[in-house]
């Protein structure tokens, strides 16, 4: 399967602990994704890297919040000292460098914050 | 700004009937729209977007859009419903700004009735 991988697919924590979600892209692509969806909502934007240029942060994306992608490969996502609300699913998504190319999400991550 | 409408969030129909999800938007400048679905427990798969020209877009799965700029809306239709078509339905608007950034509506959850 070449298509976008996250791991782990399932995280359930205890508010005030830090967890770390990974994302491979699709190989090829060099503009990756982060969203964020709740229960019956759509997926929200957090922020967008071009390579490993962190080019785009949401409001949403509070300091709690951080992203990188060291080398413009895979990414990560890290929320410190969690709270019940940020309980939701984490989608990454890629895309290649083609003007409004579809972005390809993953099955993302669900994280219960206990 | 830009935003996205699904004015439906539950869409019923029997198997074999012709389905519509609607959706509206607004967005400053020219609309890049797209539909995504989403089946339980997985990340969003891509299925059609109109950049420009034919009004009637065809993509994934015997879907097709039909674009409608006076009405601003970006419709997804398919004449033969499958109980396997029964999923999440998303549209989302991009800001076409190169950095395919999508803003998701809230979605319409299809139900095919055998």
């Known amino acids: 399967d070449t298509g976008v991988s996250q791991n782990p697919r399932h995280k359930i924590t205890k508010r005030g602990q830090n967890v770390t979600f990974r994302c491979d892209p699709i190989?090829?692509?060099?503009?990756l994704y982060w969203y964020r969806q709740t229960l019956g909502q759509g997926p929200e934007f957090l922020t967008y890297f071009q390579n490993e240029a962190q080019l785009e942060k949401s409001r949403l994306l509070s300091d709690r919040f951080s992203a990188e992608r060291p080398k413009g490969s895979f990414s990560t996502l890290e929320i410190q000292r969690t709270e019940q609300g940020d309980s939701a699913m984490y989608l990454c998504?890629?895309?290649?460098?083609?003007?409004?190319?579809?972005?390809?999400f993953g099955n993302g991550t669900r994280l219960t914050v206990t | 700004a830009q935003s996205v409408a699904q004015p439906e969030d539950q869409v019923n129909v029997a198997e074999g009937n012709p389905l519509t999800v609607k959706c509206t938007y607004s967005?400053?400048?020219?609309?890049?729209l797209f539909w995504y679905v989403q089946y339980p427990n997985r990340g969003l798969q891509f299925l059609l977007k109109y950049i420009t020209g034919d009004n009637l877009v065809k993509g994934s799965y015997g879907f097709e859009a039909e674009f409608n700029k006076s009405q601003t809306s970006f419709h997804l239709k398919k004449p033969s419903a499958l109980v396997s078509d029964s999923a999440l339905y998303f549209c989302?608007?991009?800001?076409?700004?190169?950095?395919?950034?999508?803003?998701f509506g809230t979605g319409t959850r299809l139900t095919v009735i055998p």
């Open positions: 989302a608007v991009s800001r076409g700004t190169g950095a395919n950034n999508l803003f």
């Open positions: 998504a890629s895309s290649s460098g083609q003007y409004n190319s579809p972005l390809h």
């Open positions: 190989s090829e692509h060099n503009r």
């Open positions: 967005v400053s400048g020219n609309p890049y």
